[in-house]
């Protein structure tokens, strides 16, 4: 199986709305011209017309008429979005005109296109940094019901085409055990929206069932305790170590019995040190294909990219941030 053919395919059949904000870079137009060569979604450009088509114009890129651009300056939507977002954040401090001018960034405008439903998901990145997206998402998107923890995951595709989702590898330095049944619930999600796989969850750790003793174990099985609270339906189990989690002979070994030991396709790592070097090595080491930061926790789709991305790989984000709206 090829997964991200497949992602790519079964965002075709939801003829999705994605926004970019990033308007003139050169990889995000690259992208943009494929998606909509490919059909893959019907895509939108936040900003100045004039400057979008004169980067796309340098960067030799021909515009599809298929592609909607949306000026945040002159739109007849900026008075509301600007109303709503002053009315989202006025007890923080925020000003009416302060509302004016944050409506008038690309960033915040594609994010309130996505609030509103004007867009069902929003890609940038490539030159923003997570902070500030993730910040711009908090603030209009804002946090899924039930959920209080903006988290990430790694699709990882092993050599032999096996999707592996691996969280949280790039927002939450240490979470609790609440933030952690979070990651782990939300994982479970994705993994199963982009895969079409039912998710088996693997709550990592140095101990598999109660082979060592130490606080940071507890924590492990008090957010599966929590888990299992929330989302009773889940396939869930730990704490466990990887090998335990992902090869069936030593699962069976150290946690008879198990419905998720030796396989595992959701691996939920303890904090952010062990989940970012754990992806870095099944990539470098492995040979897996890290997809992602895949940003999760959101009431509507926002994703973030690497700063690194290649225009591929806003391609395959778009598609992962169709899938996620639907």
Known sequence: MNIIKTIRENAKKLN???????????????????LTAEEICRCILVGKESEIRAAAEQAGIKL?????????LISE?????????????????????????????????AAMMVRRGDADGCVTGAVTTTADVLRASIQVVGMKEGNKT????????????????????????????NQLSDIAIASA??????????????????STKGSAQHEAVVKVTQALDLVKSKVPSLHIDGEMQF???????????KAPGS????????????????????????????????IGPIIQGLAKPINDLSRGCKSEDIVTVAAICALKSA
């Open 16 to 34: 999705k709305r994605i926004v970019f904000p990033e308007s003139t870079e050169k990889r995000t137009l690259e992208a943009v011209k494929t």
């Open 64 to 72: 599809s008429a298929k592609i909607s651009i949306v000026d945040p």
């Open 77 to 109: 939507k900026a008075f509301d979005y600007t109303n709503e977002f002053f009315n989202l954040r006025k007890a923080k401090g925020l000003t009416h005109d302060e509302a004016r001018q944050k409506m008038k960034d690309p960033l915040y405008f």
């Open 150 to 177: 903006v988290s990430s995951v790694f699709l990882m595709v092993l050599p032999d085409g096996r999707p592996v989702t691996f969280g949280d590898c790039a927002v939450v330095p240490y979470p609790d055990e």
């Open 189 to 206: 999600e994705t993994h199963e929206a982009l895969t079409g796989e039912k998710a088996r969850i693997a709550m990592l750790s140095f």
């Open 243 to 253: 090998d335990a989690a992902f090869i069936l002979e030593i699962g069976e070994r």
């Open 259 to 290: 419905e998720v030991a030796g396989k595992a396709n959701v691996m939920i790592f303890p904090n952010l040190d062990a989940g970012n070097i754990g992806y870095k090595i099944a990539e470098r080491l492995g040979g897996a294909e890290a």
